[in-house]
Structures are given as structure tokens and as C-alpha cells.
């Protein structure tokens, strides 16, 4: 058999062409920068890593830093993962490792949030202590879309509003502020700034029922920031922003949106009663700020929305920590079960029986129902939530507690409480606040104005 | 009655047991050959043109519809469920992992399998393969050594190439055709589909060559009874052929997974 | 020169040789007699290396084939010449090739000298200009004369013909019967001829053998075997069918 070059020719063409596809195939589909060298390895342990798979994403900022490499089960209680980072990128003990969840498809990546303080860099092999669950966004995205619908709209309308007249609302919010400090001081000097948040609440109740002349800088400051919130999320910022700017989302929200005009639409008048208390948690030196927009559409019924602020949530702050023995190496695992750091979200529906409320829906962005009661000045309510986070159980997770409040005028109010009255988690926390509460009505009649919400 | 069922039972007993001796044996004389001179090299080339490079337009037809038809039907049922940006990714995935090979190799179980056994087959019957020995070649070395080797190295790179054609059949279904957004699309696809899974398709079709040929060449090397056995022995080895590679493409499928592993409780 | 002892072949349950035993003198033309099915066709075979016996010896200038290691087996066959009963073509390359095959494989010759040892060896065998041809396009004769060509293409120093003549025209066959005797005196070749051609038997051999039921029946000079008393081998002479012999 002589040799014949044709059909070497051939064969080296076909050869090459097929080496070519196939180089071009493996470059595309290999992450080039995070071949192995180039990246080392930080672990984390998770209570739950339910959707996590080898090649889950991990990111800082939104940009992918490197990938899962394993995940393996320990103890056969809890999940190992081990992320590849990319050489370039510092992961420091400070920083806390978020699962996080993208789109309706509920795929899920790992957000490393750097803390307050930066802390040592991790090297290869290295152990990330901190660690939080998943967000079930599926469940909340619905309403928050509508929440930043309506704060939009309410901040709009008080806007157009303050232009005309600035001063009430203006010493209103003035007073609000000095009330938040004084609380802030309760941890400190209890019984004397009690004294002090006495006085104050007098003081509000006074600028209440007299019109102030000046002092509108503030007042837009806080509906600037109120709408900025706003804007931020309409923008697409945050997690939060993204799911609710997500195309596919869209639809969605806005088939709900037609529910909630169906719901008010067929009254004439639709009244609002906006609600701002603060509140300071006792066990946990945990201070909360909650605005609430009660949209009237029917003498007994109301929608709630309304946005809860931690302003200054220590890192302890809902927090256990979980200390692991793993092969005589002893490892602490905080576990978080609030959903939001910082801002969480409240929408509900309400029902008036009588003397008794029931609201139901979103309470601090979970799942829950609460049970007013009103006489006269007084008021009790019995609320439960976060039944049921990803991965805990109901009892590990849920809140219930009882809150007796005192109308020291028809607009302030005082409270206090008990969190967690059933004690399983965290053992009761004590709480104590002040609040104050208006309706377009009262803007009528302090204004002598027409209705501020009409239609 | 017992010794009549033991004799009933036996003889196809025995014949396969000495079938699979044989079959061993013919495979540890090919691999003998392989190590051994005359390296023919020009045999090699005429058996890479034919097997191989001869396959490419029926390879590059049937993976571009595959890729197509693939991505058409996950396309449409992916999307009752808003995700359709996947279609890249688990039609890669599929056909890297498994459709590439498999499919590779029943094309060539078909085309070219089906020729080397009754090459083999029809030069055995008409003592072709005796004129040989008599002119001192070595059947094994000048016949069966160059078809296996060719096969073996043949196939992966069809694979290599059934990959490339389906991706881009799924691709232009997917993107041009389903409207599905060409970004998250290829995002998708980059991000599941990895150089592991290429590899273990091209670890796959290096096996099932050498399968698909040691089978084809052994059935020809044994036929006997003229013209009737040489059409019995091509059936044999294509249907023993491929029913073998679907059959070790489960237990490949197997050790391949733990060789690399995607999920940690595999 | 190749001496067989005792050999014994069976296939499935039919015993075919039950016992042969012959010489092979060098040098000389050595013809088989018998019928067809007799086993002619394995015996060469065997002679050969392709078929290994059940029983017995056959040696070659006194070396037993089966001690013979890989090398040896190839050195073997590169002395020994075949003539497959029916060519055994190489039916994927044409006549060139299959002549050429041989010498490409066992001699560096340069393209020109296989081409001219090609030209004189197919015209010797009245085979010019038909270098291009495949094997489906020759006549019975043709292809005949091709493996004849390519198992002489070497030079062996034993020749065996499977049916040489059979199948060709009388004229033909003589040509051939010419070769045959040609190449054994030119080249001092030890040949050995399987057929049932009586005729071409006496006018070639310098020893002829008669295989028959498994065992040589007769053998020895053709004058020694033309004289022989036994019943059958006069009836092959005569060319006879006996009692109880159908077809
Ligand atoms: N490889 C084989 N397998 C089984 N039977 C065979 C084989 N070779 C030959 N035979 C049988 O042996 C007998 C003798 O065949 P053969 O030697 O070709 O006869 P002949 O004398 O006509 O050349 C025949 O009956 C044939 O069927
Ligand atoms: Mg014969």
C-alpha cells in the first residue's frame, strides 16, 4: 500500500477543523480565570444549603468572585461548603455569608456582605463563621410591588401637600426625632429619660393642636428619604429592586395591582391614616422605627402597608449562636432569623368586628395575623409571624407577642409588650415605644383644608 | 429429560462462554498488534479517511438536527414554566455528555461497523484472509489493527464535532427561532455546561470506538459459510454493537460521574 | 524435503484425513490425487500453517511447524508459494496491487523495479495490460493466473497449487501445466499440486499421490502409480464411476 497524501491531507483538515470546534467549545464554556492556582478555598457551614449545588455562584457586590467547589454533610446535621475564590479577591472573617435567591427560577448564589469592621483576611482553608439563610422572595415579591407603588404615591401627594403648609407636619417630625433619641437613652438612664419621653409626648401632643409656622426642611428631608427608598427599588437596586423591576415579575405585580384597585374601587372615598411608632426591645437593645399606611376603603375594612426600620440593629441583634464540635475543632455558626438587615416590610389586610381587628398578610416582610382590640383609649394586639423559615422549624423561628397601648391623645399613643411570649427561641423580650397616628381627616380639620386623599 | 434439558441448555452455554474466550482473545491479539511493528501507517490513514473523516456530513446532519430538534422541545416545555433561558444549558449538557457520543457511535456502529464486518467477513469466506497469512501478513496487524485504531481515534473526534454542530443547531433554534434572549441564554449555557462534561463525552467515545470496532472486526474475522454468514455477522455487529454502547453507556455514565462529580451526594 | 506423519483432521463429526502419511522430495513436482471433498485443499492448508492438524507431525527439512515462534512462522510462509483454489484476490486493490502486495511488504524495491518484475512476470503468464483491472472484472482463468503471479511474485522455494487448471480452457490449462513445470526446473522450486486432472498429473509429476477416504491410497512414480493393482486407483485412472458411486 503506497501512501497516499490526499488522503493525509484530508484527514488533517478534518483533524484540524474538529480540534478547532472543539478548543472553541472548552474555552467557551471554561471560566478561564478560575482555573485551579489562580483561586483558593474559604469554607462555610450552612444549616441548610437546599439549592446549592458544585458551581453555585459566590458573589461580593454582585459581581461573581468564584464558585462552590463542594458542599458535603456534616455531623448530618449541617452542610459544608467550600467556595473557590478567585486569588485577586480578599475574603475577610468579618464578612458574612448571605444565600441568596435570583429570579423566579429560585436559583440561588452566596453574597459575601463585608461587616462594619474589616477583619482579618481568610487564607486558604480558612473557615467563614457567618452565615444566613435564604430569603423566599417568591412569596414576598408580590406585595412589595405594590408597597412601592403606594409610597411613591403617598410621598408624592404629602410633597404637594407641604409646598402649601410645612410647619405642622414639619414640628411634628421635629418632636418625632427628639423622641426617638430620648428613647435611645433608655438603655442608659431609664428611669430619668422616661421622665424626659413623658414631657416629650405632652410637647407632641401640643404641637398637634397647634399649628407651627416654619421648620419644612426636615419634613422633606424625611419624605425625600421615604422616596428615595422608593426610587432605589424602582431603579432596580438592592435584591428587592431587582425582583420587582425583573420583567417576568412584572406581569405579575401588576395582576395583583388590579386585585388591590378592585378592592377599592368600588367605594367613593378612600381615606388613609398614616402611623409612625418606634419601639425599643429591652432584651435585645434592638430600636425599631415603623411608618404605616392604612388605606381605608370601607368603614371596617383597611389595607396596611408600611416599612419597619431597624436603626441601628447591633450584630447580636436575632441572633443565636450555634457552637459545632467537628473532629475537636469547635466552630460558631450565627444564625439569623430576620430576613432583611435593615428594612423590612409589613402589608395587610384588615377586617373591623366590633371591637375587634383581624389583620392578616405580610408582618415584618413574613407571613402572619394579628387580632386588635380597641376600647376607648386602649388597645390590645396579639401578633404572630415568621412562621416558617427555609430551614428551621415553626417553632424555632415564629413570633408572637402581645402589645398593650395607651392613647394619651387621639393621635399619641404609648405601648409596650412582650415579644415572643412563647418563649422557645430567644425567651421573651420586653418592649416599650411611642407613636403617633393621624388621617387625612385630622390634616382636614388641623388645615381647615379639603381631604387629602380624596379619590 | 435432565441431561436432555442440560444439553438443551448447555451448548448455547458453552458457545457463549467460548464466544466471549474468543472475543478476548481476538481483542488481546488486536491490542498485541497495536504495540507491535510493521506500524502501518498508510493503512491507518485509508481507515481514518473512510471511517472518520468520510462520516463527517451524516455526523454533521445528524447533530444539527439533533441539537435542533433538542432545543426546540425543551424550548417550548421549558417555557410553560418561564425557563426557557436553560435550553442552552441542558441542551449542552446533554449532548456532551451523552447524546454526542452515543449517537456518534451508533452512526458509526451503523456506517462503518456494518462495512468492517463484511469487509472482513467476505475476505474470511473467500480465503483472502488465508492469502494473507500466506503471503506472511499478519491479518490482525494489516486488517483488524488499523480499523480499531481509527475507529478509536475517530470517533471521539466526530463527537467533538457532533458537540460543535448541536450546540449551534440548539443555539439557532433557541435564539432565532424560539426568541429566546441570546445573553442569558449563552450565560446559562457557559455556566452549566463545563469542560468535565466535554470531557466525559470524549472519554465515552474513545470507549465506544474501540467497542463498536473490536466487535465489528471480531464478527468479521469469524464469519464462516460463505455468502449467508457474512450477512449474519454484519447484523451481529451492528446490533450486538449498539445495544453494547447504550448498555456500557449506563455504567460509563456511572464511573464517569464519580470521576466528575457534580452534586456532592452522588 | 517436507515429510507428513500421521496427520489427522476432523470437523465437527466428520473425520477428514484419518491418517496421512507422505513425503514431499525436493525439488520435484509432487501431485495429490482425489476427489473433490476428499481433503486435498486441507492438507495444503496445513502444509501451509493456515490449518493446524489434529494429530501428527508435519516437518519442514526436519523442523516441526508448531515449534516454530512468531518470526520463524513468518520466515515459513515467505518460503512457501499458495495458489488458493479459487485466487483469493485481494478484492479491494486491482491487479498491480495485489501482485505488488508481496514486495511491499516483504522488500524494499523501488517503485520501478516492482513495476518492471510486475511487466515480466504478467507477461510470462499471458496477462498483459490489465494492470488497472479489479479482480470482479477478471475471468476465472485470469484471476488464476494472477494468484499465480502474486504467490511467485517472492520466489518461494515451495510452491503449492490448489486446482491450478481447474476451471481453465484446455489450451489454457496446458499453459499453465508449461508454468508449473517451468518455474519448478528455473528456480529449483519443490512444488506441490492438488488436483484431480489425471491427465496433467502424468505429463508434470515426478511423484504422485491419491488421497481417498482420509489416507494416501497410492503413491509413487507416475509409471509406478499407473501400474498400481489397487481397484480404486485404476477406476480414477480410467476415470470411472464404480458401484454405489453417485453423481
Ligand atoms: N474450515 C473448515 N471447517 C469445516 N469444514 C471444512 C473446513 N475446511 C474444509 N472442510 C470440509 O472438509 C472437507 C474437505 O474439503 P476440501 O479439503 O476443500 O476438499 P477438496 O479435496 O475438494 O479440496 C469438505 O467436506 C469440507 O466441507
Ligand atoms: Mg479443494
Given amino acids: 500500500m503506497k501512501h497516499d497524501l490526499n488522503t493525509d491531507v484530508k484527514i488533517g483538515i478534518f483533524a484540524l477543523i474538529v480540534i478547532g470546534v472543539l478548543a472553541y467549545i472548552t474555552l467557551d464554556v471554561s471560566n478561564v480565570s478560575l482555573t485551579p492556582g489562580a483561586t483558593y478555598t474559604v469554607y462555610t457551614f450552612l444549616p441548610s444549603a437546599e439549592g446549592v449545588t458544585k458551581k453555585t455562584p459566590v458573589q461580593i457586590a454582585g459581581i461573581p468572585v468564584g464558585v462552590v467547589s463542594s458542599i458535603n454533610l456534616i455531623d448530618n446535621t449541617r452542610a459544608r461548603v467550600a467556595m473557590k475564590i478567585k486569588n485577586k479577591v480578599q475574603v475577610t472573617e468579618d464578612m458574612v455569608v448571605n444565600l441568596r435567591s435570583r429570579g423566579v427560577l429560585g436559583d440561588v448564589y452566596l453574597e459575601l456582605v463585608p461587616g462594619k469592621q474589616a477583619g482579618a483576611v481568610l487564607e486558604n482553608g480558612d473557615t467563614l463563621v457567618n452565615s444566613r439563610l435564604a430569603v423566599d422572595y417568591q412569596d414576598i415579591f408580590e406585595t412589595t410591588a405594590d408597597i412601592s407603588r403606594d409610597l411613591k404615591e403617598i410621598t408624592q401627594a404629602m410633597k404637594e401637600y407641604t409646598v402649601s403648609d410645612k410647619s405642622v407636619v414639619s414640628n411634628i417630625l421635629q418632636n418625632m426625632e427628639e423622641l426617638t433619641k430620648n428613647m435611645v437613652n433608655i438603655s442608659n438612664q431609664n428611669s430619668e429619660n422616661m421622665r424626659v419621653l413623658v414631657q416629650n409626648l405632652a410637647e407632641l401632643s401640643k404641637d398637634l393642636r397647634r399649628l407651627g409656622k416654619d421648620g419644612g426642611a426636615e419634613l422633606e428631608e424625611a419624605l425625600n428619604r421615604i422616596s428615595s427608598i422608593t426610587q432605589k427599588i424602582e431603579q432596580g437596586e438592592g435584591t428587592l429592586g431587582r425582583l420587582i423591576n425583573d420583567e417576568t415579575t412584572i406581569d405579575k405585580t401588576n395582576a395583583i395591582l388590579s386585585d388591590v384597585k378592585n378592592l377599592t374601587e368600588p367605594i367613593g372615598r378612600l381615606q388613609l391614616g398614616l402611623d409612625y411608632h418606634m419601639e425599643y426591645l429591652g432584651a435585645s437593645s434592638e430600636y425599631k422605627n415603623i411608618i404605616n399606611m392604612k388605606f381605608s376603603t370601607h368603614p371596617d375594612k383597611y389595607f396596611l402597608f408600611g416599612v419597619v426600620h431597624d436603626t441601628n440593629p447591633p450584630p447580636s441583634s436575632n441572633t443565636s449562636i450555634e457552637t459545632f464540635e467537628t473532629g475537636g475543632v469547635t466552630t460558631v455558626v450565627a444564625k439569623e432569623t430576620s430576613t432583611f438587615d435593615k428594612i423590612r416590610f409589613n402589608a395587610q389586610l384588615a377586617k373591623t368586628f366590633s371591637d375587634f381587628t383581624i389583620r392578616g398578610g405580610l408582618i415584618e416582610s413574613t407571613g402572619g395575623a394579628a387580632v386588635d382590640y380597641i376600647k376607648g383609649p386602649v388597645k390590645v394586639s396579639l401578633q404572630g409571624y415568621n412562621f416558617g423559615n427555609a430551614g428551621q422549624s415553626l417553632k424555632a423561628s415564629a413570633n408572637l407577642n402581645i402589645t398593650n397601648s395607651l392613647y394619651i391623645t387621639g393621635g399619641t399613643y404609648l405601648f409596650g409588650g412582650t415579644d415572643s411570649v412563647s418563649g422557645i427561641k430567644y425567651g421573651p423580650d420586653w418592649f416599650l415605644g411611642a407613636g403617633i397616628q393621624f388621617t387625612d381627616q385630622d390634616f382636614t380639620s388641623l388645615l381647615g383644608g379639603a381631604g387629602l386623599f380624596v379619590r | 429429560m435432565l441431561r436432555r434439558f442440560l444439553a438443551y441448555i448447555g451448548r448455547p452455554c458453552a458457545d457463549t462462554i467460548e464466544g466471549f474466550g474468543h472475543f478476548f482473545r481476538f481483542s488481546y491479539q488486536t491490542l498485541y498488534w497495536c504495540l507491535r511493528p510493521p506500524w502501518r501507517t498508510a493503512r491507518l490513514s485509508q481507515e481514518m479517511l473512510a471511517i472518520g473523516v468520510n462520516s463527517t456530513l451524516i455526523i454533521v446532519l445528524v447533530a444539527l438536527f439533533a441539537g435542533m430538534v433538542f432545543a426546540l422541545q425543551t424550548g417550548n416545555s421549558f417555557r410553560l414554566f418561564g425557563a426557557e433561558t436553560l435550553v442552552g444549558a441542558t441542551v449542552g449538557i446533554a449532548l456532551t455528555r451523552e447524546l454526542a457520543p452515543v449517537f456518534t457511535a451508533l452512526m458509526i456502529v451503523a456506517r462503518a461497523g456494518s462495512a468492517m464486518a463484511a469487509e472482513i467477513g467476505t475476505m474470511q469466506v473467500t480465503e483472502q484472509v488465508d492469502a494473507l497469512k500466506a503471503l506472511a501478513v499478519n491479518p490482525i496487524n494489516y486488517l483488524v489493527v488499523p480499523k480499531v485504531l481509527a475507529t478509536t481515534l475517530m470517533v471521539p473526534l466526530l463527537t467533538a464535532l457532533f458537540n460543535g454542530v448541536g450546540i449551534l443547531g440548539a443555539y439557532l433554534v433557541a435564539v432565532h427561532l424560539l426568541q429566546i434572549p441570546e445573553g442569558p441564554y449563552l450565560m446559562r449555557y457557559r455556566d452549566f455546561v463545563d469542560t468535565g462534561d466535554l470531557y466525559q463525552g470524549l472519554i465515552k467515545a474513545v470507549f465506544f470506538g474501540l467497542l463498536v470496532s473490536l466487535i465489528a472486526c471480531y464478527k468479521g474475522y469469524r464469519t464462516r459459510n460463505g455468502a449467508a454468514g457474512v450477512g449474519r455477522s454484519t447484523t451481529e455487529a451492528v446490533v450486538i454493537g449498539s445495544v453494547l454502547v447504550l448498555v456500557s453507556d449506563y455504567f460509563l455514565a456511572t464511573w464517569l460521574l464519580k470521576l466528575f462529580p457534580d452534586y456532592p451526594f452522588q | ?247
Avoid at chain 3, 524495491?109 to 479482480?135: C, H
Wanted: proline content about 4%; aromatic content about 6%.
Fill in chain 3, 1 to 247: 524435503m517436507i515429510s507428513i506423519q500421521g496427520i489427522k483432521k476432523r470437523f465437527g463429526e466428520h473425520e477428514i484425513l484419518k491418517g496421512v502419511d507422505l513425503e514431499i522430495p525436493p525439488n520435484k513436482i509432487t501431485v495429490i490425487l482425489g476427489q473433490s471433498g476428499q481433503g486435498k485443499s486441507v492438507l495444503l492448508k496445513m502444509i501451509m500453517g493456515l490449518l493446524t492438524p489434529d494429530h501428527g507431525n508435519i516437518l519442514l527439512q526436519g523442523q516441526d511447524l508448531r515449534d516454530l515462534g512468531h518470526d520463524d512462522r513468518s520466515q515459513y510462509a515467505k518460503k512457501i508459494g499458495m495458489l488458493f483454489q479459487n485466487a483469493a484476490l485481494f478484492d479491494s486493490m486491482n491487479v498491480e496491487e495485489n501482485v505488488a502486495f508481496p514486495l511491499r511488504e516483504h522488500t524494499k524495491y523501488s517503485d520501478a523495479v516492482i513495476r518492471e518484475t510486475l511487466e515480466t512476470m504478467l507477461n510470462d503468464l499471458g496477462l498483459p495490460d490489465i494492470y488497472q483491472k479489479m479482480p470482479a472484472e477478471l475471468s476465472g482463468g485470469m484471476r488464476k493466473r494472477v494468484g499465480l503471479a502474486r504467490a511467485l511474485v517472492l520466489k518461494p522455494e515451495i510452491m503449492l497449487y490448489d486446482e491450478p487448471t481447474t476451471g481453465l480452457d484446455p489450451i489454457l490449462a496446458d499453459s499453465v501445466d508449461q508454468l508449473i513445470l517451468n518455474t519448478g526446473q528455473k528456480f529449483g522450486i519443490t512444488s506441490v499440486v492438488v488436483s484431480h486432472d489425471i491427465e496433467a498429473a502424468f505429463k508434470i509429476a515426478d511423484k504422485i499421490a491419491l488421497l481417498h477416504e482420509g489416507v494416501i491410497l497410492e503413491e509413487g512414480k507416475p509409471e509406478e502409480f499407473r501400474k498400481s493393482k489397487k481397484p480404486f486407483v485404476q477406476q480414477f485412472i480410467l476415470g470411472k464411476a464404480g458401484e454405489g458411486f453417485i453423481g
